[in-house]
Every structure is written in structure tokens, then in C-alpha cells.
């Protein structure tokens, strides 16, 4: 049995196991997936320890995914793009570094939440490994307004500066990007607000001006649990007809890892649909 696993810290509410469990069994692959959360300082160890132990893949979650890409001798081009890594590959006796994040956000808004993203304003939260990895995609999926907000301005300048130089994504795409602090986020319509940020997980939600929070808004926390995430009630609490959490993008990104490593691409609706019930 391959062996593959999820490695972050936090890392036990991960449902990635059981995805991936799903997927395999859907497609007949003889697989095994687990939960590995080594302490911050010891994260190059424990992928190095898995590795020697016949590891063939990881996912990585946070708040490792820098640190992931730093670790590859081969990346994609949205790895590059991201600067960040969510997924390993060591089949080939090297590190290979992806990242599905921004693939599986986009598939999860425009195929399973039916939302068109093609000339739409976006607010994103947040600065870090999960921001990183969704600014290309969103971009090619023809977004036109980006704003990235963080506590710190300068970090998403910073961000937004390193991708700029990443040569993985076309100037004139970045020329629709602004950074700014969450005490500066410009006035106007936002048809998605989406969360980066971890804060969902410690109760906590990003200091925002009420106006953000438009009617016809989306609000999408790329956190998932049991019922609404801290992030999706501000925003209902705000006003906005729909906010969803990040299950759906966890699916999707999960599916486009499995394909990387495995070779085949499994359905996602049924392992989201069941998921979802699961978690009411």
C-alpha cells in the first residue's frame, strides 16, 4: 500500500483522510493517508522521516506551505506563481512541489456554487501561505479587481510584490491587484469577500468595515467545520445573502492532488455531498 499523508499543526480536525480514503476507494487505488502534525520546528525532519520511510506524497496545510516550496527541487508553475506549496511528490526521488489551492477554490465557486468569476472585484484576506496560493488562479479565471488586505499592510505588499517578480503571472494580470491594510480596503462592490486567514480556527475574524460586506456579496472562508465558521456569521450578520466554507475547495484541491500522485482524477461530487451531510 502507497503511503501519503497530511502534514500541518494543527492538524488532527483534518478531513483530508477521509477524502483521500474516498478517493481511493472510488478508483480502486491502493493507498493509505494519514495525519502527521509535527511541531513548527521540526517540520523539515518530519518530512525528511516520512520520505526515508517510503512516503510517496504529502499534503501540506498551515502553516507549512512556505516552507514546503522552500524544501522542492522541482516546482509547477503555479507553485512558482504561489511561492507556497500544499502538495509533495517524492516518486521520482526528489521533492516535486504543487499547489491545488487556487485550482480547487475556483472549481469550488464556479462548479459547485455555480458563481462566475469572469470580470468580478474580489477582496482577499489575508497575506499567507493560503492567499498566496489563490491570486494566480483567481486572476486567470479573469477577475478584475483584487484587492489583498491584511492586518499588516506591509506583508500584503510584500505578497503582492513577490508574485510580481515570480515570472509566473502576466504584469498586465497584476496590474489589477492592490494591497492594503483592513483599515484601508478602497470603497466600492466586492462580489466575493473571501477569508485566507486561519483565524476561523481560534474564533477569531478579521477586523472589517461593515460596508464590505455587500448584499449581493459572497462570503467564502477557506476554513470548514460543523456548521458556520466565526467568518461566515459577520458576514450574514452584516447582510450578505450567501457565505459558504471552504469544504467544497478542500475537495477540489484534494481531487487535483490525487491526480498528481495517482494518475486518475476522482469524482468529487459524492465525497462533497457526503462530507457536507456529515458536517450538517
Not at 501540506?60 to 509547477?76: G, H, Q, V
Not at 474564533?203 to 472589517?208: D, I, Q, Y
Request: aromatic share 8%; charged share 20%.
Amino acid at each position: 500500500m502507497d503511503r501519503y499523508a497530511v502534514m500541518g499543526y494543527p492538524v488532527a480536525h483534518s478531513l483530508s483522510p477521509q477524502i483521500h480514503a474516498l478517493f481511493a476507494k472510488a478508483t480502486g487505488q491502493p493507498m493509505v493517508y494519514e495525519r502527521i502534525g509535527p511541531h513548527p520546528e521540526a517540520f523539515e525532519e518530519a518530512v525528511a522521516q516520512f520520505r526515508s520511510q517510503g512516503g510517496k506524497g504529502l499534503n501540506i496545510t498551515l502553516p507549512f506551505k512556505e516552507r514546503a516550496y522552500a524544501l522542492a527541487d522541482r516546482r509547477s508553475a503555479r507553485a512558482q506563481a504561489a511561492g507556497a506549496a500544499n502538495t509533495l511528490d517524492f516518486r521520482a526521488g526528489d521533492i516535486y512541489a504543487d499547489n491545488t489551492d487556487g485550482v480547487g477554490l475556483v472549481r469550488d465557486l464556479e462548479r459547485n456554487l455555480g458563481c462566475k468569476l469572469l470580470g468580478r472585484s474580489v477582496l482577499l484576506l489575508g497575506a499567507g501561505g493560503a492567499a498566496r496560493g489563490v491570486v494566480e488562479p483567481l486572476l486567470a479565471a479573469g477577475v478584475t479587481r483584487l484587492v489583498v488586505a491584511n492586518r499588516t499592510p506591509s506583508r500584503a505588499e510584500i505578497l503582492l510584490d513577490q508574485l510580481r517578480h515570480s515570472g509566473g503571472i502576466a504584469p498586465d494580470r497584476m496590474s489589477h491587484c492592490m494591497a492594503c491594510g483592513l483599515d484601508g480596503i478602497p470603497q466600492g462592490s466586492y462580489h466575493f469577500i473571501i477569508n485566507a486567514t486561519s483565524g476561523s480556527l481560534s474564533g477569531e475574524v478579521p477586523a472589517l468595515p461593515g460596508w464590505v460586506f455587500g448584499p449581493q456579496a459572497l462570503a467564502y472562508d477557506m476554513v470548514y467545520g460543523k456548521g458556520s465558521t466565526p467568518f461566515m456569521t459577520l458576514a450574514r450578520d452584516q447582510g450578505v445573502a450567501r457565505s459558504v466554507d471552504g469544504l467544497g475547495m478542500l475537495v477540489e484541491q484534494a481531487a487535483e492532488s490525487f491526480h498528481l500522485w495517482r494518475g486518475v482524477y476522482p469524482e468529487t461530487a459524492p465525497v462533497l455531498q457526503l462530507l457536507r451531510a456529515e458536517l450538517g
